[in-house]
């Protein structure tokens, strides 16, 4: 069970539930400990802990910042008196190097004002270059050092800006594609539409023509079966028929004659014994004339086989 608390110092009755509860996180050498950071921090700066519910969580969370917060305070002062002991270690050189050249006679007061100017330059050079000393030699090795640098920062530049001039252009590219290829999905889309209604009417022609080969499928069919039936063959040709067809003309030409004395035998007497001997003999030359048709007919489906 948790308990309200303060800034002060832990009741009784926390305490007792601290040790009761430290097998789920409530130690109470850790609620000491965190309790104890709280007020020197909060001392540190003239205010007092507020209150606030101490869990589980919250211990937890406040001992890690606390030893965080102390490792850290250590680890600081551990420098700070470093350099405390450097600095009172430079101020005691310091004081035998002013000492030195007070006897020599070459003290700051004494010295002309362009000179210390100098000195003051030199030093800041010296700090500027990090070095320890103004000597000649080590102006000049920090010098290369800085040159040095400076070329290779020079070189880096100036693969930057070849590698920028290749970005700019392969970017210059990319965009003049990306232009043409937006320019031709433009024209593609207004493509779309006219292409759209082609391909429609292309679909109707297509259903037309399907329609009507499967019609002409069928006229074949009947017509073919017409033919079985009238008794067509093939050996029946074109040429065999204008054949056949002039034959029929040439006999109709040479019974002409025939036929019109056999319609001029109706105004003759009658005579009845002459009648019937002139119609017999018109019968044997119509009858020879069919004859003579039967075998040229003959003679062309013979020829043609």
């Known amino acids: 069970m948790s308990e309200i608390v303060g800034g002060g110092d832990p009741s009784p009755s926390v305490t007792s539930e601290a040790s009761k509860n430290s097998s789920s996180g409530f130690d109470a050498n850790r609620i000491a400990e965190v ?21 589980p969580r919250s211990i937890a969370h406040l001992h890690n910042i606390a ?26 050189q310091a004081a035998r190097i002013r000492e030195i050249l007070e006897h020599v006679g070459l003290a700051q007061e004494s010295l002309p004002s362009n000179v210390v100017s100098s000195a003051q330059v030199l030093a800041s050079v010296a700090n500027l270059l990090n070095i320890r000393d103004t000597e000649l030699s080590s102006f000049l090795v920090a010098m290369a050092d800085l040159s040095l640098r400076k070329t290779a920062v020079e070189e880096k530049r100036s693969k930057v800006q070849q590698e920028s001039k290749v970005l700019l252009d392969f970017t210059r590219k990319a965009i003049s ?27 109707t022609n297509l259903a037309i023509m399907d329609s009507k080969e499967r019609q002409y499928e069928k006229q074949f069919s009947n017509c073919k079966a017409m033919l079985n039936r009238v008794g067509y063959s093939p050996e029946i040709s074109h040429g065999v028929l204008a054949e ?6 040439e006999l109709e030409r040479k019974t002409k004659p025939i036929l019109d004395t056999l319609r001029s035998y109706q105004d ?12 017999e003999d018109k019968k044997r030359q119509y009858a020879a004339a069919e004859k003579y048709l039967e075998e040229v007919l003959q003679s062309a489906l013979a020829s043609s086989g």
């Open 35 to 55: 309790k104890s950071w709280l007020e020197s921090q909060f001392s540190a700066v003239g205010k007092e802990v507020p209150e606030f519910e101490y869990t």
């Open 177 to 203: 594609r990306l232009t043409y290829l937006k320019r031709i999905l433009a024209q593609l889309e207004d493509d779309i539409a006219p292409c759209e209604a082609e391909m429609e009417s292309r679909r």
């Open 67 to 92: 030893t965080i917060s102390q490792a850290k305070t250590q680890a600081a002062s551990i420098v700070a008196n470093d350099f405390r002991q450097k600095a009172t270690e430079y101020r005691a």
């Open 268 to 279: 003759l007497p009658p005579d009845k014994a002459l009648a019937v001997l002139a119609i």
């Open 244 to 249: 056949m067809a002039e034959h029929r003309k």
